[in-house]
């Protein structure tokens, strides 16, 4: 073993997880060390909807975060969504936590500078994870360029694909009943939106899926659609070429989209979802966080806040680790249960009604009828937020 290990944590990935993470580790006089294989600002395939959670949770570490975010331009202030039954019926879901809509290309590099501005992190871009081999006394990591590097502990923020975790654990068989697929583009120019009212679509042929219509500030607008990947799988459909279609031929959208402007091309991503089965979130020396733990709401299909909660657990963890020299996987297993405890009701309650929901139009139709009613629309909004 060296008797200087380069780092105490080594955080892989700078979204919203990694950033969280660094955040919330500032003032523990560690060595912190955040690294990404891109230089920011660089674009994440998203919807562009950032929940209240999330503020909240940064807010808790420090009200400056938030303040800071607050000030983001381009930014879309959302007050309430718009859902649309496949019946053509809609109802409103107003939220109490504030919260907006902005380009992940934006939001990602302001949460990269509060890490900059605020913490003694410090900071690798452009640089990937090449291997990483756990030892009894230390990680060993080795960058793309060759640079080998030493952490007591390694906290993977990486995403969907995470590198930190396909060098640590099984390679997991990919189950389609947990993982959705997306798509969006960004346009311009689209007739009758609203500031502030993030919209859903839900279709009578594709179910356990959506079209979205958030607006993100400037004139533009995050338009996509998701759907469960065994119905992509089975029914072999190209989800690219189905969005478009969508939004010329839905009897809702195609006449907003007459005049608009296709900015770029429909990109598309994979969401491996909560709620299910969960393969483990650590090991020794290791956690992973967000997406790379699969801590994606399957109802909503949004991973921010989970991401932001998640890498702020991962920092209480490994203070507890660093004060009490244990990185065994029997020690780690604290942070699977927080985990659990504080996010796993809901991702499988929300898994339970996405189901629920996605095989049944007629209950959506029903609840948007319901939700006229005095009292019951308030319901429905505690049952479906």
């Known amino acids: 073993m060296p008797t200087e290990v380069d780092y105490d944590i080594i955080i892989v990935g700078a979204g919203p997880a990694g950033t969280a993470c660094a955040l919330a580790l500032r003032g523990s006089g560690r060595r912190v060390l955040l690294l990404d294989k891109a230089s920011f600002p660089r674009d994440k395939i998203c919807g562009d909807a950032v929940p209240g959670h999330a503020l909240k949770a940064l807010r808790q570490l420090d009200p400056a975060y938030v303040d800071a975010l607050w000030q ?77 590097l030493t952490a007591r502990l390694v906290i993977g923020c990486d995403g969907a694909n995470s590198a930190v975790g396909r060098r640590l654990l099984p390679e997991p068989r990919l189950a389609r009943a947990h993982h959705s697929a997306g798509v969006r583009a960004y346009f311009e120019n689209v007739a009758g939106t609203e500031l502030g009212t993030t919209e859903f679509f839900f279709s009578q042929n594709y179910l356990a899926g959506y079209c979205w219509l958030f607006p993100v500030g400037a004139g533009r607008y995050n338009v996509g659609l998701g759907m469960l990947s065994e119905l992509v799988a089975k029914h072999k459909v190209d989800l690219k070429q189905l969005l478009l279609n969508t939004i010329k031929n839905h009897p809702e959208l195609a ?12 990109l598309g991503f994979g969401l491996p979802m909560g709620g299910g089965r969960q393969r483990p979130c650590s090991g020794a020396r290791f956690m992973l966080c967000g997406d790379a733990a699969s801590l994606i709401d399957p109802l909503q299909g949004h991973g921010i806040d989970m991401a932001v909660r998640s890498g702020i657990m991962a920092a209480a963890q490994a203070r507890q680790c660093l004060a009490q020299n ?9 942070y699977d249960a927080e985990v659990q405890r504080q996010l796993g009701p809901v991702l499988a309650r929300n898994y339970r009604l996405m189901r629920l929901l996605g095989t049944r139009p007629w209950l959506l139709n029903l609840g948007a009828r319901l939700a006229q009613l005095p009292g019951l629309g308030r319901r429905l909004q505690r049952l479906l937020g």
């Not at 006449?255 to 429909?266: D, H, N, S, T, Y």
């Not at 244990?326 to 604290?334: P, V």
């Open 72 to 148: 983001l331009e381009p930014r879309d202030d959302v007050r309430r969504s718009r859902i649309v039954a496949p019946s053509g019926a809609s109802f409103y879901m107003h939220w109490n936590l504030r919260t907006f809509n902005s380009p992940r290309l934006d939001f990602d590099a302001a949460l990269f500078g509060l890490v900059k501005q605020f913490t003694d992190t410090e900071i690798c871009e452009n640089t990937a994870l090449k291997t990483l081999d756990i030892t009894p006394d230390y990680a060993q990591l080795t960058l793309a360029d060759g640079t080998e």
């Open 255 to 266: 006449g907003r989209f007459r005049e608009a402007r296709q900015l770029g091309p429909v």
């Open 326 to 334: 244990d990185f065994s996987a029997d020690f780690m297993r604290a």
